[in-house]
């Protein structure tokens, strides 16, 4: 079992920074691939970006040269790096673990789900 809390939501103005935090407990951390996804009110969850066990990234076209994901094992953490924040990026942000080494982008490919964490972005 793997339990994610996510922190570092809030408001934010347009072209803002955010850092968001996926603290990670239970099973070993680099076991597996980690993911950001996204879910804006009246819209389907979807994928921002992932991580590999081995810290390679790979992003959403949305927020790609904008975002940044890492992770630190020896931590357990994930981390969202959010640059130039656009209105369009307001959504609770979810990270999520999946049992495999490797990034996916489908949600129903992850298995641990952390609560949430809003961003807000005005413009």
């Known amino acids: 079992q793997v339990m994610l809390v996510e922190s570092g939501g809030g408001l934010a103005q347009a072209g803002d920074s955010l850092r968001l935090s996926c603290a990670a407990s239970?099973?070993?951390?680099?076991?597996?691939?980690m993911g950001w996804f996204r879910q804006a009110p009246g819209k389907e969850r979807e994928f921002v970006g992932g991580?590999?066990?081995?810290?390679?990234?790979y992003y959403a076209d949305s927020v790609k040269g904008r975002f940044t994901i890492s992770r630190d094992n020896a931590k357990n953490t994930m981390y969202l790096q959010m640059n130039s924040l656009k209105p369009e990026d307001t959504a609770v942000y979810y990270c999520?673990?999946?049992?495999?080494?490797?990034?996916?982008?489908?949600?129903?490919?992850?298995?641990?789900w952390g609560q949430g964490t809003q961003v807000t972005v005005s413009s």
């Open positions: 239970g099973r070993t951390f680099s076991d597996y691939a």
């Open positions: 991580i590999s066990w081995s810290g390679a990234p």
């Open positions: 999520a673990a999946r049992n495999s080494v490797l990034i996916a982008q489908d949600k129903e490919r992850y298995q641990y």
